[in-house]
């Protein structure tokens, strides 16, 4: 895809606050691309296209739910912030022919799902930090995305959980599945971490044994996400 022609037309579409939001998400990703050894170009692309059924009309919305065979859900008050994922996927697909990889990154980046991807939580933490002023809550997710993906995955949504809470709003169960997954793997790093401490302190095993085995730790947590 042309990027030029795509921020011809986003630029025309969109507010200017989308717009700019775009392409800071877009860079953001690109970065976090880099870091993270995949396609930067794709990165960069999914984060400009990510909002762009954000601000469709409410009839625009229905069409693209109707053509999509999106749930009938997605047009009830409660899904108003987080709608513009799913039909921003469909728009990727039917109008911009992107790839499966990259429409799911774009119907995953408000609510998650256990089975994303490395693009896919690349645009939802880059979505996250990817502004003009981060939010103060925020703030440890920038630091935290370039270290662990999962951590600052884990750590936005433990922040999205608590305040949909104090609004009386219940998580989506997709986001509770991968809540629940990014848990399970933060559980098990830490018993891994307990075991491999333990075997050096005690001195349970040579110099070589100790090498490979944190050769291979070290290897496992690089490709864990």
Request: aromatic share 6%; glycine share 4%.
């Amino acid at each position: 895809m042309d990027i030029r022609k795509l921020k011809t037309k986003l630029k025309k579409d969109l507010s200017h606050f989308r717009y700019d939001h775009s392409i800071r998400v877009a860079k953001e990703a690109k970065k976090l691309a880099k870091h993270y050894h995949i396609d930067k170009k794709k990165a960069y692309l999914t984060g400009l296209i990510h909002d762009i059924a954000k601000e469709l009309t409410e009839e625009e919305n229905n069409y693209w739910i109707k053509k999509g065979n999106l749930s009938s859900d997605l047009q009830q008050e409660e899904y108003k912030n987080i709608k513009h994922a799913d039909i921003g996927a469909i728009i990727a697909k039917e109008e911009y022919n992107l790839d499966n990889d990259i429409c799911n990154a774009i119907k995953y980046h408000t609510i998650g799902n256990k089975d994303m991807d490395m693009l896919a939580k690349i645009i939802f933490i880059a979505d996250k930090i990817g502004r003009k002023k981060i939010p103060e809550a925020l703030k440890p997710v920038k630091k935290l995305a370039y270290q662990d993906i999962d951590e600052a995955l884990l750590y936005c949504l433990e922040k999205q959980e608590t305040k949909l809470k104090d609004k009386g709003i219940k998580l989506h169960k997709d986001t509770k599945e991968l809540l629940k997954k990014l848990l399970e793997v933060e559980s098990n790093n830490g018993k891994l971490d307990e075991i491999l401490n333990e075997e050096i302190k005690n001195d349970k095993t040579d110099k070589i044994v100790r090498g490979i085995i944190a050769v291979s730790y070290t290897h496992l947590r690089a490709h864990e996400t």
